[in-house]
């Protein structure tokens, strides 16, 4: 028995909804033009495709959304666009072993504070309005 590895781009019915495999794992679509349409289990060619100007516009849309809640754009390409966005840092986590610890720990909340990584996502959108994320 052959265990098929799914590529990028694969879809499946998970329970009730779509999702796709981004590479990493099967992950739901983020935004949608058709949101009801994720939580029927009727194949996506079925139904008709949406022209490329209505998907760049969906996808400007989803960018947008993401951008006013904090994210940054880093590269607009034929792929997609990849978003970033910095970890969030538990200041009052931090604080309380602070507290705790007369101080010292203080050392250990400045260097999480200046050394946070961010997080990368590619958002695509195929043929049918879903835009889906890649992780990076």
Avoid: C
């Avoid at 052959?2 to 990028?8: A, G």
């Avoid at 990493?24 to 060619?45: G, I, Q, V």
């Amino acid at each position: 028995m052959t265990v098929q590895t799914p590529t990028v781009g694969d879809y499946r019915w998970h329970r009730r909804s779509w999702r796709r495999w981004s590479g990493r794992d099967w992950a739901p679509a983020t935004y949608s033009a058709f949101p009801k349409r994720l939580e029927l289990p009727r194949e996506w060619a079925t139904y008709p495709e949406l022209s490329q100007s209505k998907r760049d516009r969906l996808l400007e849309i989803a960018v947008d959304i993401e951008v006013l809640d904090g994210a940054t754009v880093v590269n607009r390409s034929a792929r997609g666009v990849t978003l970033a966005r910095q970890r969030r840092v538990t200041h009052l986590g931090h604080l309380i072993l602070t507290i705790l610890t007369a101080g010292l720990w203080g050392f250990v909340w400045l260097a999480v504070v200046l050394n946070r990584r961010e997080d990368r996502v590619r958002y695509e959108v195929d043929a049918w309005g879903n835009i889906w994320p890649v992780t990076l």
